[in-house]
Nanobody, 116 residues
Framework: QVQLVESGGGLVQAGGSLRLSCAASSSISNFDPMAWYRQAPGEQRDMVAS???????NYANSVKDRFTISRDNAKNTLYLQMNSLKPEDTAVYYC??????????WGQGTQVTVAS
């Protein structure tokens, strides 16, 4: 059973930056895709960004040109660089990884709060 542990969340002023990390307890090289999701209070959990094992990325329209997802398979870590943060980015951010044929893994989440 793979464990995913997020870190890097916190309180930041609007316009600021944060870098989230997701450390896996074992190799992520065959995780395809990996992704970041977020969930605000009273809202559904939505995908923010995803990355395939080959490095192809996809972003929600709301975060394009502000967020960057990356992965370091050698360090078994997924990242999310968040710039130009807005109050509406406030949410719990979750790390996700899918491993063939049917295993999906979630982290416990990390809170990001953006003050206006």
């Amino acid at each position: 059973q793979v464990q995913l542990v997020e870190s890097g969340g916190g309180l930041v002023q609007a316009g600021g930056s944060l870098r989230l990390s997701c450390a896996a307890s074992s190799s992520i090289s065959n995780f395809d895709p990996m992704a970041w999701y977020r969930q605000a209070p009273g809202e559904q959990r939505d995908m923010v960004a995803s990355i395939t094992s080959g490095g192809i990325t996809n972003y929600a329209n709301s975060v394009k040109d502000r967020f960057t997802i990356s992965r370091d398979n050698a360090k078994n870590t997924l990242y999310l660089q968040m710039n130009s943060l807005k109050p509406e980015d406030t949410a719990v951010y979750y790390c996700y990884g899918f491993q063939e044929p049917w295993s999906a893994f979630w982290g416990q989440g990390t809170q990001v709060t953006v003050a206006s």
